[in-house]
């Protein structure tokens, strides 16, 4: 199952001016990355990835929509699963763009 066109619109109009952005085709859905860093991943079978950081995970977890994201059986340390609808919801997906965006732009450039 291919990932929401709709909302990789909606994703790469929120993100346009996001310094280093690119696009990948990964994990069965669309990865944003940041200057090399991964910062949202669009998902193949529906909703999305944030990632947030370890510090700001229990705050994300706040919003309605999203939970702990595991991935085989195993929780993705600072990464949240954010579901169609919260991805849909213009102030909880701009919450958890925020989020990401203060998270990964603490980190490094990945050459």
């Known amino acids: 199952?291919?990932?929401d066109e709709t909302f990789a619109e909606m994703l790469r109009a929120d993100l346009e001016h996001t310094p280093?952005?690119?696009e990948k085709r990964m994990f069965g859905g669309l990865v944003f990355l940041r200057e090399g860093n991964?910062?949202?991943v669009l998902r193949g079978k529906g909703g999305a990835m944030a990632r947030v950081g370890a510090d700001q995970t229990e705050a994300a977890l706040t919003i309605d929509g999203v939970t702990p994201t595991q991935?085989?059986?195993r929780a993705m340390t600072g990464f949240v699963?954010?579901?169609d609808e919260v991805l849909d919801d213009d102030d909880r997906r701009a919450q958890l763009i925020a989020m990401a965006q203060r998270f990964v732009a603490s980190l490094p450039p990945k050459a």
């Open 81 to 83: 699963t954010l579901d």
């Open 1 to 3: 199952m291919a990932y």
């Open 20 to 22: 280093g952005l690119t």
């Open 38 to 40: 991964m910062l949202f």
């Open 71 to 73: 991935m085989r059986g």
